[in-house]
């Protein structure tokens, strides 16, 4: 099959076209091309080259109308002008024209009403398989038809060598014109910058339809009851959204339109550094033949080698989702009943469950809290806060308070109750106390989805002013209240009352935002 507009991509004398390969065909294709490795546990592997991670400061949006004036200006969403654009956009279509090609057509987004239609160009075989593993695939029936909303090109070889005199911070260049409905992702082979590209735009472009799009992972249990988990990195969302009793509807990417909840993407990405086949089965079990490892390290029978970061600690894995055996085929859910946020509180002072109001929920997933232990820097001797707007401020290309007040406004609508879960220390912060057992955390999330936790009697933080149940079936009742796990009451006053006034300095920068004066009321009152 060959695809429609090839002669809309602008570039110049094309060689081969090879399009939706299927899984054979493309791994095929990798392994003759010396671009992926065999691996002894049928997956291959491949090395991105210099970048194992996205690069954000290379990142820009083209500063134009109408789309200029919804935009968040600044330091994650960078303008260029439409003329640099062009440049750069030449530097790709130099590199991409006159050679074989791979195109990939995807789906992002399972709900019809709210789906979007991407094509994906690049010279090289692994991005075709990546793409397939990460997004929707339409059926041989729908691609006889595909016509693309959106257009990707990707090649680690265009490179932008007068960044300098653009005044760029590098030679990568992860570009979004979003009139001319393109995308370049230029200087960088990171599988990763075609997955949070696309999940950028529809971060663009679903709240503006008044649906509501999110960094989260969802699952959906035997009462057809969907509950989405939110949490940055280290809080345990992909572990906890994993549950033998529910089917995963997906493990990070997220849309909720007048229909409900629904996956973006048609596969999972997820880190494998020191993956160990007993804790973490599921993603164990998925590294087979179509998965695509990036990364690891092999011994010389192929055997990976997960504990090995020398290449880096980001180490990852792409599959689709079908890989998961408890998963939701159709990727949708009805509208959520509950709502978790992930924090994992170095400091020990959190409770280990609260139930949100609809504000404090607002305040919560605009602050997007956790926190990173000590680390080997010279002087860090103490937890560091950690905030990201709504749980990926990194991909938001509107203000935080559109999505927050979007959030809002379905949780009324909806009735969806709302929880923070800290899955961090108690006892003392870290290095004094311990982690949550994992058995206590569980047994607060089966709490909050069987709804056993709406029957218990609540008690007040204070400072925080959370909502705290004094007893939860499967939980150790002493450490339902913090504060009961510190010997020294004084220090757990004190080291409540410090992180209360970190979420206050994180939250003024929002003072100049509208609504924000109620939302912010809702927060630690220090």
């Known amino acids: ?42 997956a291959t592997t491949v090395d ?46 130099k590199e991409l024209s006159g050679k074989d090609l791979y195109i990939s057509d995807a789906y992002v987004g399972a709900s019809p009403s709210s789906r979007r239609s991407i094509r994906f160009v690049s010279e090289i075989a692994w991005h075709a398989h990546f793409v397939k593993n990460m997004f929707i695939r339409p059926s041989i029936e729908e ?51 075609i997955k949070k590209g696309i999940f950028t735009m529809m971060n663009y472009w679903l709240p503006l339809e008044g649906k509501l799009s999110m960094h989260c992972s969802a699952n959906i249990g035997e009462e057809n009851d969907t509950a989405l988990f939110f949490g940055l990195s280290g809080t345990g969302k992909t572990t906890l959204s994993t549950d033998p009793k529910r089917r995963l509807i997906g493990d990070d990417e997220h849309g909720w339109d007048e229909h409900g909840v629904f996956n973006f993407e048609g596969g999972c990405y997820a880190k494998v550094i020191n993956l160990d086949p007993e804790s973490e089965p599921e993603i164990y079990n998925a590294i087979k033949k179509g998965a695509l490892l990036e990364n690891v390290v092999l011994d010389d029978d192929g055997n990976v080698l997960f504990d090995d970061n020398s290449k880096t600690e980001n180490t990852r894995v792409s599959y689709p989702i079908e890989f998961i055996e408890n998963h939701e085929c159709t990727l949708m859910g009805p509208h959520p009943k509950n709502i978790i946020f992930l924090s994992a509180d170095a400091f020990g002072v959190l409770p280990p469950v609260s139930k949100l109001t609809k504000e404090q929920a607002m305040y919560y997933f605009l602050s997007g809290y956790t926190a990173k232990v000590a680390g080997t820097e010279r002087g860090i001797t103490e937890p560091v806060a950690t905030f990201s707007a709504c749980f990926g401020e990194a ?3 509107l203000h935080p308070t559109v999505y927050a007040e979007l959030l809002g406004k379905k949780i009324d609508e909806h009735e969806v109750n709302v929880y923070l879960v800290n899955t961090g220390w108690t006892g003392g912060p870290y290095g004094v106390g311990h982690r949550m057992s994992i058995k206590d955390t569980r ?45 020294d009451k004084e220090a757990y006053l004190e080291t409540l009352k410090k992180l209360g006034s970190m979420f206050q300095k994180n939250f003024h920068r929002y003072d100049d935002a509208a609504n924000t004066a109620q939302i912010a009321q809702a927060g630690p009152a220090v």
């Open 1 to 42: 099959m060959t695809p429609k507009g090839l002669d809309k991509l602008g570039l110049d004398n094309i060689g081969k076209v090879y399009y939706n390969l299927d899984y054979d065909e493309v791994i095929k294709h990798t392994l003759e091309r010396l671009e992926t490795k065999p691996t002894a546990l049928g």
């Open 48 to 93: 991105t080259g210099i970048f194992t991670g996205r690069s954000p400061k290379d990142k820009y949006f083209v500063k134009q109308q109408p789309s200029e004036k919804y935009i968040a200006w600044g330091d994650i969403n960078q303008p260029i002008s439409p003329e640099l654009f062009d440049e750069l956009f030449d530097i790709m279509k």
């Open 143 to 193: 691609l006889k038809d595909f016509s693309p909303d959106f257009t990707l090109y990707s090649s680690g070889n265009a490179v932008n060598k007068k960044f300098k005199e653009h005044g760029l911070n590098s030679e990568v260049f992860v570009v979004f014109n979003i009139e001319e409905n393109i995308a370049l992702v230029g200087g960088t082979w990171y599988g990763g910058e």
């Open 395 to 397: 991909f938001l290309p």
């Open 443 to 487: 047994g607060c999330i089966n709490g909050i989805l069987s709804g056993a936790i709406n029957k218990s009697e609540f008690e007040t933080l204070p400072v925080f002013n959370l909502q705290i149940p004094k007893t939860l079936e499967g939980v150790n009742t002493d450490v339902l209240n913090p504060m009961n796990t510190w010997e």
